[in-house]
């Protein structure tokens, strides 16, 4: 067994802002009908739907079975208060959602969030016991004039600085580079491979060598069924977090399987 098989591998699929909470449901079962517990014994799915289909979602995979963890793709800071619009991790955590994704790069274009908020919602995460997917990863620009691993160890750093290793051992870091997001165009398993290993790298100088050695690594961007195999194999790429194919279960299972069988 290679070393990165040590790491149970996480297929996460985020559904960004689609499907109300009747197609929420439909998707949930959709999922539930055709994924078999035989087929996630080697890996962890979860899913990450709207908030406002979270509850729905819940009572499918707990009723019916369905063998994926719940996720959610942001959260609050606090736990409560006068904080008009947002959504606590305490009250995400009552829904039993076990993964949080933050700071996707969404988030940080769209919403200015920057890698000090991001920091604050990996301690709200982790406060709450849910488990934190957080997300960095560099632009086309960026990556052009040379600037990936600097990018990437601002980023690490800045998010998991203030966190004991031991936290950091159990989160997540998805390395999803800006320009393959959406675009169809993913990132070679070359250079997947070689910004996982550096992010494990960032991780080891932060929080020490065991917590770089166990916390997880995702590759995000234009992940299909196609190219599941030849990523997980990278030896620093422990799970794929995917977008628009994880909205069709059929390409979702696909991926999950692709995934399984490469753990094998
Ligand atoms: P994509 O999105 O799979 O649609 O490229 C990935 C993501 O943003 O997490």
Same mark, same amino acid.
């Given at each position: 067994?290679?070393a990165?098989?040590?790491?149970?591998?996480?297929?996460s699929?985020?559904?960004?802002?689609?499907?109300?909470?009747?197609?929420?449901?439909?998707?949930?079962?959709?999922?539930?009908l055709r994924?078999?517990?035989?087929?996630?014994?080697?890996?962890?799915?979860?899913v990450?739907p709207?908030?406002?289909?979270?509850?729905?979602?819940?009572?499918?995979?707990?009723?019916?079975?369905v063998?994926?963890?719940l996720?959610?793709?942001?959260c609050?800071?606090?736990?409560?208060?006068a904080?008009?619009?947002e959504?606590?991790?305490?009250? /995400?955590?009552?829904?039993?959602?076990e993964?949080?994704?933050?700071?996707?790069?969404?988030?940080?274009?769209?919403?200015?969030?920057t890698?000090e /908020?991001?920091a604050a919602? /990996?301690?709200?995460v982790?406060?709450n016991?849910?488990?934190?997917?957080c997300?960095?990863?560099?632009?086309?620009?960026?990556?052009e004039?040379g600037l990936?691993?600097?990018r990437?160890?601002?980023q690490?750093?800045?998010?998991?600085?203030?966190l004991?290793?031991?936290?950091?051992?159990?989160?997540v870091?998805a390395?999803?580079?800006?320009?393959?997001?959406g675009?169809?165009q993913?990132?070679?398993?070359?250079?997947a491979?070689e910004?996982?290993?550096?992010?494990?790298?960032?991780?080891g100088?932060?929080?020490?060598?065991?917590?770089?050695t166990a916390?997880?690594?995702?590759?995000g961007?234009?992940?299909?069924?196609?190219?599941t195999a030849?990523?997980l194999?990278?030896p620093d790429?422990?799970?794929?977090?995917?977008?628009?194919a994880?909205l069709?279960?059929?390409a979702?299972?696909?991926?999950?399987?692709?995934?399984a069988?490469?753990?094998r």
């Amino acid at each position: 067994m290679t070393a990165h098989l040590r790491r149970r591998p996480l297929i996460s699929g985020n559904w960004k802002m689609n499907f109300d909470h009747f197609e929420a449901i439909h998707a949930s079962r959709d999922l539930g009908l055709r994924l078999t517990s035989a087929d996630v014994v080697p890996v962890d799915v979860t899913v990450h739907p709207p908030f406002t289909d979270i509850r729905s979602v819940q009572t499918v995979i707990e009723a019916e079975g369905v063998p994926v963890a719940l996720g959610a793709q942001n959260c609050a800071v606090e736990d409560s208060g006068a904080y008009t619009g947002e959504v606590s991790p305490m009250m /995400l955590a009552k829904l039993h959602v076990e993964y949080v994704i933050i700071g996707h790069s969404e988030r940080r274009r769209y919403f200015a969030e920057t890698d000090e /908020l991001v920091a604050a919602k /990996l301690h709200a995460v982790i406060r709450n016991g849910m488990t934190p997917i957080c997300c960095v990863g560099e632009t086309e620009a960026e990556r052009e004039v040379g600037l990936t691993k600097d990018r990437l160890a601002d980023q690490v750093e800045g998010a998991i600085g203030g966190l004991a290793p031991e936290a950091v051992a159990e989160m997540v870091v998805a390395y999803e580079p800006i320009w393959a997001i959406g675009t169809g165009q993913a990132a070679t398993p070359e250079d997947a491979q070689e910004a996982g290993g550096w992010i494990r790298e960032v991780v080891g100088r932060v929080a020490g060598a065991e917590a770089a050695t166990a916390v997880r690594i995702q590759y995000g961007g234009s992940v299909r069924a196609e190219n599941t195999a030849e990523l997980l194999v990278c030896p620093d790429i422990d799970g794929l977090l995917v977008g628009g194919a994880s909205l069709d279960a059929v390409a979702f299972v696909a991926i999950i399987r692709a995934a399984a069988d490469a753990a094998r």
